[in-house]
């Protein structure tokens, strides 16, 4: 079992930057691959960045490619996104997801997830 909480998220105007961070309790978070994932409202939950247990791939969605940064500390137990350049369509819930085995761009391959922060940007 693995518990997730993020945080971080917060208002800001484009051109800016966030970093939301996702801290994991439990066991052998280290073996978990973990992914991001935003929702808007009156949208379906989308992809944005995963990266492997061991930090080594990572893979990101084309609207963020080269604007975030998805990075994990597996001795801190923690998750990082690093988000520059925002865009007022990059307003959403973001969340953080774990999932045992190869990260995965589909939100159904995941097994844990955490409540969501909320990011908003003003243009």
């Known amino acids: 079992q693995v518990q997730l909480v993020e945080s971080g998220g917060g208002s800001v105007q484009a051109g800016g930057s966030l970093r939301l961070s996702c801290a994991a309790s439990?066991?052998?978070?280290?073996?978990?691959?973990m992914g991001w994932f935003r929702q808007a409202p009156g949208k379906e939950r989308e992809f944005v960045a995963t990266?492997?247990?061991?930090?080594?791939?990572?893979y990101y969605a084309e609207s963020v490619k080269g604007r975030f940064t998805i990075s994990r500390d597996n001795a801190k137990n923690t998750g990082n996104l690093q988000m520059n350049s925002l865009k007022p369509e990059d307003t959403a819930v973001y969340y953080c997801a774990a999932r045992r085995g190869v990260s995965s761009a589909n939100d159904g391959d995941y097994d844990y997830w955490g409540q969501g922060t909320q990011v908003t940007v003003s243009s």
């Open positions: 439990g066991r052998a978070y280290s073996s978990y691959a």
């Open positions: 990266i492997s247990w061991s930090g080594g791939t990572t």
